[in-house]
């Protein structure tokens, strides 16, 4: 069975054209479990495993809008984070040689330790057409418990445009 414990603690302020709100977490998986090949010295050959270990994550997320007109407004959001696996040891063959590795510590895989988000947008036709540019930025990661595979950073780039043909329609 697994569980999770969560805590979050955060502050919220709104002040003319600028609304924030940041909140400071902890996430922690007691038994996180995945599959995995590792190898068997007794056979010579790669067994299926079933991988449980523990998880935990510390970290930071912001997110807000800033609009100083009332037809502009730039929405944002950013999560700063620390994901690791609790005690998570595993053997590999190395020539013809098995070695056990300690990926405690390690970064989650796939989990970047930063990502964010800027939206530009403009409220144009009397509030009938809304245009944005969605800026995304994710963090390089890793594709391997051991950390070594690195998949790089990436942004993502995407245009909007909504526009209200006549009630109903959009």
Not at 55 to 76: C, M, N, S
Not at 89 to 96: D, K
Not at 98 to 114: A, K, S, Y
Request: charged share 20%; aromatic share 14%; glycine share 6%.
């Amino acid at each position: 069975e697994q569980t999770m414990n969560s805590t979050e603690v955060g502050y919220k302020y709104a002040s003319g054209p600028l609304t924030v709100y940041a909140t400071a977490f902890r996430t922690k998986y007691d038994t996180f479990t995945f599959n995995d090949a590792r190898f068997n010295p007794v056979t010579g050959n790669f067994d299926q495993a079933r991988i449980v270990t523990d998880t935990e994550t510390y970290g930071l997320e912001l997110e807000g809008v800033v609009a100083p007109l009332e037809w502009l407004d730039v929405r944002f959001s950013a999560t700063v984070q620390n994901p690791e696996y609790g005690k998570l040891l595993q053997t590999q063959l190395v020539g013809t040689t098995p070695v056990d590795f300690d990926f405690t510590g390690n970064q989650l895989v796939r989990i970047p330790e930063l990502s964010y988000r800027v939206t530009p947008g403009v409220t144009l036709l009397n509030d009938a057409m809304r245009v944005e540019l969605d800026y995304q930025y994710f963090g390089k990661r890793y594709s391997d418990l051991a950390n070594i595979f690195e998949l790089p950073s990436y942004d993502v780039l995407n245009a909007n445009v909504r526009w209200s043909v006549m009630e109903n329609v959009t």
